[in-house]
Structure formats: C-alpha cells, structure tokens
C-alpha cells in the first residue's frame, strides 16, 4: 500500500513568545514494514537551526532551536511511504513457553526487552487493569496469539470511542474505568495490559488509511507493538480492533508514550494563551502515487489540463510559467478547440489535429467528443479511420499509439505488457489487422482502428480511457503494396500461419489474463480465417468479444427486429437474404437463427429462413469450398432445381430474390452497388416494405445508395447502412438514414463487463444488449422513421444497452463486483468516466 501523507501541526500564542528547542516526531519509520519514499519537513518561519537525530526507540527525530521570539509555529510534514507487511500473521511462535500466557522470555531477550516490560514510567501496572487483563486471557485459555486479538477486540467493540485533539494520554486504569478514550488512551490501556501478561509491548504513533467510526477524519494515530519470540514487534489496533499489516504508517514507537509525542518542546512567558490546530490528510492507494511536476505533467494526456489547471495546482505541480496566465473551463477550452476544428476542411486534416489533443490532453479530446459528436465521430471512426489506415505508412505517428507485439516477442509477453501500461487494464483491444474494415489486409495500420474503437469506447460509455490499450499483433502482411512499400513500418514478411500462428496468439492472450486478470478481450477485424475460429478458442479464458461477429451481429438483427416491430410483424414471418457470406455475414446469420429459434422455431426451421450468398453465388449442401463458418447455412443440396444458376454455375443475387422474394436483404459482401435497380425492384415487386441494410463499409463500397433504395422502392424502404449518409430528400422531406453504426451496441457491452467484472461475454449478454438497442431505434415505434438512434443519442443508448448487459450478468452469476441488479447499475455509475477537472487534491 502506497500512502501519501500531508501533516500541519500550528500552534498560536497570545504574544511573541521565545521557543525552547523542539522536537518534531514526524518522519515515518523506515523498516522492513514500511520504506519511505519521500519525506520534507517544513517550518512556515525557518528555525534557526534543525537536526535530525537518532532517538532512543531507533527512529529519526527533528530538533529544531530558535533564537527570536515568535507568536506562532507552523509545521508541515509531507511524507509518501510503502507499507509492505500484507499479512499480520505471518509468524510463529519459536520459544517453547511463549505458546501461552503469562509469556515467559529466554533470559537474553527478557534483559533487552526490560524497559518494555516494566513500562517506562518504571510504574507497575494498575491492578484492575491486570485483572481485566487477566480475565480476558483466560476467557481464551491464555493462548498468546488468542489472546492479543481478543484485547483488541473487547476495546474496539465494548469501548466508547472519542476524539481528542491534544493532551497527553489518560492513565490506562482512568480509561478502562470509563469504558472510553482517543486511540492514544486505548493504546496506553493495550500496552499496560500486555505488560501485565508478561509482554513487551510498546506505544506507538503514526498515521492508520482507516479511522474509528467515531472519527470523522484523519487525524495522527496510536497503536501498540508487541514483542513476540518469532514474530518480533507485532502492531495491533484496539481502536481499530485489528492486527496491524499494511493500513498503517510508524512515526514513532517507544517504551514511554512522551518519546513518541510528535512534537515536545516549550515556550517561555508567563501566562501566555496558546492554541493548536492541525490537518491531516491521508491517501492509501494500492499502487505507487504520481508525483510527477512540471512538463512531465504536460506530457501526460490523462494528466494534462493546458489551461485547465487552477492557480495553486499549477504551484503545486511546478507549472507557474509553463502555461499562458489564465484559467479556463473545459468548456472554452473545447470552444477553441471547435474554431480550429471548423478551419480545417479534409476530414485526414481534422483527424491529425485532433490525433494531437488527444496526445496531449485526453480530458479536452474527450469532452471535444461530447460536445461535438455528430462532426467529430466520422473523423476519429469510421469512415476517416479507413482512409487514416491505408497511409499508415506516409504520415508521421508518434510511438504512443498502442502496443505493437511481434512473434519475436513471444517469450516475453507478459513483461511488454506490464511495461506498456503504467497502471490496470482493464480493456485490451487487438487486431492482427488481416480484415480491417472493407479493406482486407492492412498489416501494422490496423492499430488505428483500436485506436478509433477506443475513442468511441470512452465517448458512449464512459470507459476510463487511462485503463484501456491498444495492441496489434504484428505477425506480417500478405498485402503485396505493403511488402514492397519502403515506407510501410511494420513487420515485413508474410502473414505468419498454422501452429506458429496460433502458439502467438495463444501466448498474448495468457499474458492478458496474467497481467490485466478480468480484463475484457476485445478482438477487432482478425478476418474471416482466423475471427470466428480465435473467439470460440479463448471466449472461457477470459471475457472476450469479436466486434465484427457478436457486435455486428447485434447491431444489424438489432435493425431486423426493430424493422419487424415497427410493420408489426414476427421476425418468424421474415425470409431474409445475407449476401457476402464472410465474418460480418455469417454473425448476423448466427444471430438471426438464436433469435428466430428464441421466437419459438425449430433449429432446422430457423436455418431455412436464411439464404446466403458469397462469392460462387447461393450456398448450397456439398458446393466446395464453403468457409467453415458459413456451412450450417447452405441451402439443402434438394434446393439446387428450383434455382436457376448463371453462366459461371453459380446461383446469382437476382435469382435468388426472384425465387425467394425476401422480406430482409442484408449486404456484407463489400461489393459497391450490387444491390442493384434490378435486384431492389424485384424486392420490392413482392415486398411491400422491404427491408434493406448495406452495410459494407467505406461508403464506396456500399452495396447501395439509400438514395437509389427510396427511388427504386418508390420510398417504401426501411434502410440502416454501414456507412454514414445524408438524409435523402423525399416528397420533400429529408429523410434520415440511420447508421448500423456498432458504436450502438459494443461500448455498452464492453463497459457494462468490465464494470460488474463479468467472468464471460454470453450470447444472452449480447441478446440483451440488442433488444435494448431495437427498443431504441425510431423505426421500432414509426416505420417512416430512421431505422437506427441519431449518433446524437448514442450515449443514452449506450447506458440502456450497458444496463442490460449488466442485468443480465448477475442473473447468469457471471458478475464477480454485483450481486444484484441494483448493485450492477451502482457498478456501472461508480466505474463511469466524464471528461472533467476536477480540483486536485
Ligand atoms: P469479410 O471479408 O469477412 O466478408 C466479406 C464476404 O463477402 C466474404 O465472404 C467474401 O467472399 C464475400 N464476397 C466478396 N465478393 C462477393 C461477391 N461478389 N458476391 C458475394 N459475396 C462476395 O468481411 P467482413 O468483416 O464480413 O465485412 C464485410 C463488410 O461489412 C465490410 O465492408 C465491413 O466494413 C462491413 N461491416 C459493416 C458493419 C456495420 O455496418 N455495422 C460491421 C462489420 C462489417
């Protein structure tokens, strides 16, 4: 545990008064239990000289001696210290008799623990507190170890806790007669007790990250150390009722309390008042807290606030020169941000300038996205992203766009990793970039696309963007302008296949789920050879999700099921065509058939709902080469007769929407303008409202323009496409096309696993997330409406979709952080992120 300490101590006189030498106790014991990583002292007027100086019980002391007078003293102690005993009962007793009470020490010790033994007062103990003691032991049979917790147990829970600014500690007899005290008095009362037992015990101060119910805050602490044969000296809590591990900070531990006083000293003048006060604040955090200062904090994207910064955080950070004098909000600050975003035209422009913010200063990027996501989302995502990847190679990239990870990595996996992420992870997202967007191989640029899925993470949801990473893995490239490209940055050789392959993959997701352990896996654009085959090997590992399988899916049945309930028909009345039978393809098909057989079919029946169609033309039972993934959707070879196959053998689109009349026509084929006049009129000859979605992406290779799918369907279309596009004028109305944009499911999901630290992403998950989707989408409600959310919306969407999800993982008891659903909608609050700046402490 790491602790980041701030302690003031002032005292006031009623009139110049001249300071003895003081003694200042506030620098944290440096041991085996706790390394001090940083500790200043400081005088608000400077002494006229300081000290530092071994005391009797072993720590370090401050004497400090003035020669003016002064009215006040003020002293500020700042101290960061590792505290590194996790476990307080990792001992055991080594000397025969010390098993029970009262401890008997072997001579040699017993000489050197005597002033721990008879206290140093030299005052014997009370003898009701010894009786006390007494009977407290035998109610466990005088086991030691039984014996030292159940002191601290009977204090915490019997006595009256109360807070007490200063004085010296109240005598331990005083204390037990009240059944109340500070934790400085129930630790004088502990340390008596033991003594009477037979224990060294002693009297120690510090700082503890808890505090007693009873006190609101933070304030200097008092324990006891036991000296056990085995164990050594041991803290235990009584205010606390605890054995002490790493919740607490040493200043000073002594025989005699007065030697751990954190400042002894005296003024001189008669009747002069005198006041004290004092703060403390305490931060305990599992890892190392960031002190960094100056243009190292500038550096930092998740640390950076420009112009954000208040007055004293910028004296506190060493910034006071380093930015421009005024203070601004985010607000006008994104407002500048806006002016030089409009100034720029090309979409590759805007993406670079705001590749920049985000570099710099992640809390203005994001709430740029907030304020602005209608324009600034087509420029980080799709469809800029596309064109951003293809010259990968031809624009500068500053080394802090993700992890890179070669085979030649492989034996070290887990290190790059820790050493890439300066703190937890929570979310990885990896490509190997073989099918990125429309536009198949794109080698080491597909980090890119991480990067845009990242962005719109943080954006819908509120993923904390400082706990995500990037990470492509680098296994080469089968792209032949790549290969020859002198300017191409990554690995140069042929796409590395078969076991070597798999052993790559296999190795960086164990050092995932051994160094990030609950991180959610996201997988993006593997291809159509490797997605489908990687997600069912590794989804039980660790919680995994293929964006172009199960969020594609989602999104485009998402559509499906709106369009259904918007004409008020059953999904099992739809005959639906899939052309393009690839990654995204055979996903909607997959999912298509869950929710057909969920609406009551047969598995058989719902398969015949479906007819896909790829390369060679309609799958049919026993054709060749069929992908793997896409056999269960052949048409059965009996089928063959009642089409009628083109010139080349195959059963074309128009044969097909001919013979089948499809209600649904989905395109993934990435091939521009095959959803052509001939095919949609012939849809629309048999379908009074047919539903088309062509999803290919970029927005050339669309299978169709929504425009020519209202003119061709003389408006009776309910379209989504891949792409984004303009609102079509009709009978003089603008029509808005609704994207089948997966920033509509996969965020909520993503985020709603990682807040409830979902175990595994299940096909219930992503249903739950798509029925909360298609609840949301317009058309579901009018038809005539857009047949997906305005991107507008998208946040809200993204919360609906993330509580569904999280819902539904606790009711599957696959949620580790909530046990109900209420309990996951607090997860999902609690691990929200909102670009903002808030004061730093
Ligand atoms: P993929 O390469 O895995 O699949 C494309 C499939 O189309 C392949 O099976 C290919 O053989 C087939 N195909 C190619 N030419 C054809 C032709 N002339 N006739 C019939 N089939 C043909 O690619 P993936 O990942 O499935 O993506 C496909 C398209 O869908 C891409 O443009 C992608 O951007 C888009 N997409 C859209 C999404 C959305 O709108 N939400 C989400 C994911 C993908």
């Not at 004088?188 to 007790?193: I, K, M, Q, S, T």
């Not at 995502?381 to 030649?408: N, R």
Request: proline share 7%; hydrophobic share 40%; with cysteine.
């Amino acid at each position: 545990m790491f602790f980041e300490i701030h302690h003031e101590l002032h005292y006031r006189y009623g009139r110049p008064v001249f300071l003895e030498p003081h003694t200042l106790r506030l620098t944290p014991r440096q041991d085996g239990t706790q390394r001090v990583l940083s500790h200043t002292l400081q005088l608000s007027d400077p002494a006229d000289g300081c000290s530092v100086v071994l005391e009797p019980g072993g720590g370090d002391a401050t004497v400090c001696w003035f020669s003016d007078l002064r009215q006040r003293l003020s002293i500020r102690s700042t101290a960061v210290v590792e505290t590194l005993r996790q476990n307080p009962f990792d001992w055991i007793l080594t000397e025969p008799g010390s098993q029970t009470l009262p401890m008997a020490y072997p001579p040699v010790q017993a000489q050197a623990l005597a002033p721990f033994l008879a206290g140093g007062t030299g005052d014997p103990v009370d003898d009701t507190v010894a009786r006390w003691a007494a009977a407290l032991a035998a109610e466990v049979e005088h086991r030691t170890t039984d014996v030292l917790m159940h002191l601290a147990d009977r204090i915490h829970h019997t006595f009256h806790h109360v807070g007490r600014f200063d004085g010296e500690p109240m005598p331990a007899a005083e204390t037990l007669a009240q059944r109340q005290g500070a934790c400085r008095d129930t630790a004088v009362l502990y340390v008596d007790a033991c003594r009477s037992l037979g224990l060294a015990a002693r009297f120690v101060s510090g700082y503890s990250m808890h505090h007693p119910p009873e006190v609101s805050e933070h304030e200097l602490h008092a324990w006891a150390e036991v000296w056990l044969p085995g164990g050594g000296w041991r803290g235990y809590d009584p205010s606390l009722g605890l054995a002490v591990a790493d919740g607490h900070v040493v200043l000073a531990a002594t025989a005699d309390h007065r030697l751990a006083a954190p400042v002894s000293g005296h003024y001189r003048g008669t009747g002069v008042s005198s006041e004290f006060s004092y703060t403390t604040r305490i931060r305990a955090t599992p890892s190392e807290p960031d002190r960094r200062r100056g243009t190292a904090v500038l550096a930092d994207p998740l640390l950076n606030r420009d112009t954000g910064f208040s007055h004293r955080e910028r004296r506190a950070l060493g910034l006071e020169a380093l930015l421009p004098a005024a203070v601004e909000t985010l607000d006008v600050q994104v407002q500048r941000v806006w002016e030089g975003f409009c100034r720029l035209q090309g979409s590759l422009e805007r993406f670079t300038y705001l590749s920049r913010l985000r570099r710099s200063n992640l809390t203005l990027f994001h709430a740029f996205l907030r304020d602005h996501v209608e324009e600034a989302l087509p420029v980080v995502y799709t469809p800029t992203v596309g064109a951003v990847i293809e010259g990968f190679g031809h624009a500068h990239q500053p080394p802090d766009l993700g992890v890179y990870l070669t085979p030649e990595h492989q034996g070290q996996l887990p290190e790059l990793l820790r050493q890439a992420a300066p703190g937890p992870v929570e979310l990885v997202l990896v490509t190997d970039g073989a099918g990125i967007l429309g536009l198949g191989d794109q080698g080491v640029g597909g980090i890119q696309i991480c990067q845009g899925k990242l962005a719109v993470y943080t954006l819908c949801s509120g993923l904390h963007p400082g706990r995500a990473l990037a990470v492509t893995l680098d296994v080469g490239t089968d792209r032949a302008s790549l290969l020859e490209d002198p300017l191409y940055p990554g690995l140069r050789r042929p796409r590395l296949g078969g076991e070597a392959y798999d052993a790559f993959v296999d190795a960086f997701v164990a050092a995932v789920a051994e160094v990030f352990p609950g991180a959610f896996l996201h997988w993006e654009d593997f291809g159509n050879r490797q997605a489908r085959r990687l997600l069912e090997r590794h989804r039980q590992q660790l919680p995994s999700f293929n964006d172009d399988i199960q969020g594609t899916s989602g999104v485009a049945a998402a559509a499906v099921l709106a369009a259904c309930q918007g004409l008020g028909q059953e999904l099992t009345q739809q005959r639906i065509v899939i052309f393009g039978a690839g990654t995204a393809g055979c996903g909607i098909a997959d999912r298509l058939v869950r929710l057909l057989e969920a609406a009551g079919l047969e598995p058989a029946e719902a398969r015949a709902r479906l007819w896909a169609i790829d390369r060679a033309g309609l799958l049919i039972e026993g054709e060749p080469d069929i992908p793997p993934a896409a056999q269960t959707f052949a048409r059965p070879a009996a089928e063959r007769g009642l089409f009628q196959a083109g010139g080349d053998g195959g059963i074309g689109l128009l044969e097909v929407v001919r013979r089948v009349r499809p209600t649904v026509l989905i395109g993934t084929s990435t091939v521009r303008g095959a959803f052509s006049r001939e095919v949609v009129e012939a849809m629309a000859s048999a379908t009074p409202r047919p539903v088309i979605l062509p999803l290919s992406n970029p927005t050339s290779l669309a299978e169709a323009t929504p425009a020519d799918l209202l003119q061709w369907t003389d408006g009776r279309v309910l379209v989504a496409t891949g792409s984004p596009f303009a609102p079509v004028p009709w009978e003089g109305v603008p029509r808005v096309i609704g994207q089948c944009n997966n920033c509509f499911l996969y965020p909520g999901l993503g985020f709603a696993c990682v807040a409830v630290g979902a175990r595994q992403v299940t096909d219930e998950m992503i249903d739950a997330a798509l029925k909360a989707l298609a609840a949301a989408i317009p058309a579901a409600r009018d038809p005539g409406q857009p047949l997906m959310p305005p991107l507008s919306e998208v946040r809200a969407v993204s919360r609906a979709v993330a509580e569904a999800v999280a819902v539904t993982a606790v009711e599957q008891g696959l949620a580790r952080l909530a046990a109900s659903p209420a309990e996951a909608l607090a997860c999902l609050d609690r691990a929200s992120w909102e670009p903002s700046y808030p004061p730093l402490d």
